[in-house]
């Protein structure tokens, strides 16, 4: 079965790394035998979540079991041996963990890269109306293919607050004809949409990924991209943009997203979308407070050990307003690059970006990153869990 190695995308709980040397896991051992038989192996101190998931801290033999300590890289062959005597939600959960630890030590599949926003839209949040005729449309293409866009992201539907659903065809009426205008750019072209009938007809016309901000809420979505062998981003939100800011009650903002976007990509790979065309978005200011979403691109880097790439969307959005209370939305590119930086810092392949006037911020963030000396094992430091 397509994505069949990523079973463990359909736990309650995602498995992630935490602060100081933690690591949040499936709930499991709820014996006091198979805790001591986690404890041996060498995860100690287990701490139940906000959210209900389970904190454990492996000791360095198992970190070392399972990784290089030198490389910080994946064993071609762990050598943590799962004793017999555990359960079916312990052993579960020892895998979990060691196929979660082995995705966040692996490298970024390719450099940073960044995706240009093209809103061909009346509406969007900071530069609604601005593309509003073919030479403006492709004059800012041109601009963000200069300044070295890997993608070109066209979106006809607002998805700002509050913005209602735009029907299928006029999405086409604003889509096809810009499609058609930038295929000659050699650059490839996303579609922002969350309809299956749009990403249909633009794939059909050239385009090569569809971002569905819904995560799959068109049931069919995943089937049309994995017929076109398209690339395929998920991102986390509540609701839909009419409603989303209602749904911004979290226990643990991290895990919950984990938990929740999970699912959405097992059943985009059960589909047949392959993995390495698969990215997964946090949503940041979806269905998120502007704190929340601060504490989601803190911490952003976790979601690597779900095993597969990241986009995330910070450009010009409103966790920015607090920080740089004197800058208008579209006032805060340099900030998007300080959040840019920090994503890059914690391994997110994609960024997606207004403009690209500032993204030699990531070239060089990047450049700094990668001549940071692998790390240490990491310390017992005591558990923090945060929004």
Not at 23 to 34: E, I, M, Y
Not at 122 to 142: T, Y
Not at 329 to 353: E, K
Request: aromatic share 4%; net charge negative.
């Amino acid at each position: 079965m397509p994505g069949a190695g990523f079973a463990r995308l359909r736990a309650t709980h995602q498995t992630l790394p935490l602060t100081g040397g933690w690591w949040r896991t499936r709930a499991g051992a709820s014996h006091v035998a198979q805790r001591t038989i986690l404890h041996e192996l060498g995860l100690h101190e287990p701490r139940i979540l906000p959210d209900g998931s389970q904190a454990w801290r492996p000791s360095a033999a198992f970190l070392s079991a399972a990784l290089d300590p030198n490389e910080q890289q994946p064993h071609a062959d762990c050598s943590v041996v799962l004793p017999s005597q555990l359960d079916d939600d312990s052993r579960a959960l020892i895998e979990d963990l060691l196929a979660a630890i082995a995705a966040q030590a692996a490298p970024a599949p390719r450099p940073p890269e960044w995706m240009a926003i093209l809103n061909l839209t009346p509406d969007s949040f900071s530069d609604g109306g601005s593309l509003d005729a073919p030479e403006a449309v492709l004059a800012q293409a041109r601009t963000a293919v200069e300044q070295g866009a890997s993608w070109l992201d066209l979106g006809a539907e607002s998805t700002r607050p509050g913005a209602a659903a735009i029907p299928a065809e006029d999405q086409l009426q604003r889509l096809l004809p810009a499609i058609e205008l930038l295929l000659p750019l050699g650059v490839p072209l996303s579609i922002d949409t969350r309809s299956a009938q749009v990403a249909d007809a633009c794939l059909s016309a050239g385009a090569r990924m569809i971002n569905d901000v819904s995560g799959l809420a068109d049931p069919e979505m995943a089937a049309v991209c994995a017929r076109h062998q398209s690339w395929l981003t998920l991102m986390h939100m509540r609701g839909v943009p009419e409603t989303m800011q209602e749904h911004c009650t979290y226990s643990f903002v991290l895990g919950e997203v984990a938990d929740e976007l999970a699912p959405r990509a097992a059943a985009a790979l059960e589909a047949g979308v392959a993995a390495e065309r698969l990215m997964l978005d946090p949503g940041i200011g979806f269905a998120k407070t502007a704190q929340q979403s601060r504490s989601l691109l803190a911490q952003v880097g976790s979601l690597r050990a779900l095993g597969l790439a990241l986009l995330v969307g910070p450009s010009r959005k409103s966790f920015q307003a607090e920080l740089l209370p004197e800058r208008a939305a579209a006032d805060r590119d340099c900030g998007t690059a300080g959040a840019a930086s920090s994503c890059i810092h914690q391994g997110v392949t994609t960024l997606r970006l207004h403009s690209g006037q500032f993204w030699d911020a990531g070239h060089v963030a990047a450049g700094i990153f990668a001549a940071a000396p692998p790390p240490a094992l990491p310390p017992g430091e005591p558990l923090d869990v945060t929004g």
